[in-house]
């Protein structure tokens, strides 16, 4: 004697709500943009890896001046590499390939860019009212005085 299993009737999926096909369609979105923040990364990654291997650190400094250019940004160079790897060296005697990604995520990293944000403000007001002054003030700015000649003959 052979048991049949019975299988149970599939039944057919239900007509989705319209709360169903706004949460997919908002899933869907957001999945886009992510596809969109992916694409942009490895496309900013591809650049960027292009110019150093074309041009080096000449070229992303030239990289830089370019989004500054673009962007209307002025933007320095805080740390490098170098002012790292000589102070490590000269204190601790050795050398650590993966310092400057180790010292974006130090709290000593955190403070500087805290206090760069703050002096920002107070710069950046001393900068706007020395241009504005140079070009608004109308006496003309002062002779240098001439340098003292060192050899006493004029």
């Known amino acids: 004697m052979s048991e049949q299993i019975e299988q149970p009737e599939e039944q057919p999926e239900p ?3 319209r ?3 706004v949460n997919f369609i908002s899933e869907f979105m957001t999945t886009s943009m992510n596809v969109d923040q992916v694409y942009r990364s490895n496309l900013v990654e591809t650049l960027v890896g292009r110019v150093f291997a074309e041009f080096g650190e000449d ?5 830089m001046l370019k989004i500054d250019e673009q962007a209307n940004w002025i933007s320095d160079i805080v740390l490098d590499s170098p002012d790292l790897d000589d102070l490590m060296f000269k204190r601790h005697g050795t050398f650590d390939g993966e310092l400057v990604k180790k010292a974006r995520e130090t709290e000593g990293m955190l403070e500087l860019n805290r206090k760069i944000w703050r002096l920002r403000k107070k710069y950046a007001r001393a900068i706007v009212d020395e ?24």
């Open 15 to 17: 007509t989705p709500t």
């Open 59 to 63: 070229g992303l400094c030239d990289l």
């Open 131 to 154: 241009i504005f002054e140079k070009e608004n003030d109308p006496s003309p700015a002062p002779e240098p005085e001439p340098a003292p000649d060192p050899d006493g003959v004029y």
């Open 19 to 21: 709360e169903d096909l």
